[in-house]
Nanobody, 125 residues
Framework: QVQLEESGGGLVQFGGSLRLSCKVS????????MGWWRQAPGNERELVAA????????YYADSVKGRFTISRDNAGNTIYLQANALKSEDTAVYYC??????????????????WGQGTQVTVSS
């Protein structure tokens, strides 16, 4: 059973930074694409950033480009999301997800097959 555990969320002031981490419980089928999603109250879940297995291909939503950075440590089965210059509109529950047995970058929500429980990020103005 693959489990994903997010950490690093919390309350941060406008303009501040957070580093989210997502630990995968075991090496999921050897290779996996990973992504960070978020959902704010009343909104659909949206893709924030995604990364392929090797880490040399990334995707960012327009709303976070230049402020957020996704990275991964395959040896440690962990992905990270460095979030800088946070805005009130970044307030949401953030989820990590993986697409197992996959090396390419994935942007379609339905293709992710394992999800974490989510971690709340609240940006105060």
């Amino acid at each position: 059973q693959v489990q994903l555990e997010e950490s690093g969320g919390g309350l941060v002031q406008f303009g501040g930074s957070l580093r989210l981490s997502c630990k995968v419980s075991r090496r999921a089928f050897g290779t996996y694409a990973m992504g960070w999603w978020r959902q704010a109250p009343g909104n659909e879940r949206e893709l924030v950033a995604a990364i392929n297995w090797s880490g040399d291909s990334t995707y960012y939503a327009d709303s976070v480009k230049g402020r957020f950075t996704i990275s991964r440590d395959n040896a440690g089965n962990t992905i990270y999301l460095q979030a800088n210059a946070l805005k009130s509109e970044d307030t949401a529950v953030y989820y990590c997800a993986i697409r197992s047995s996959n090396i390419a970058l994935i942007t379609r929500e339905s293709l992710y097959d394992y999800w974490g429980q989510g971690t709340q990020v609240t940006v105060s103005s």
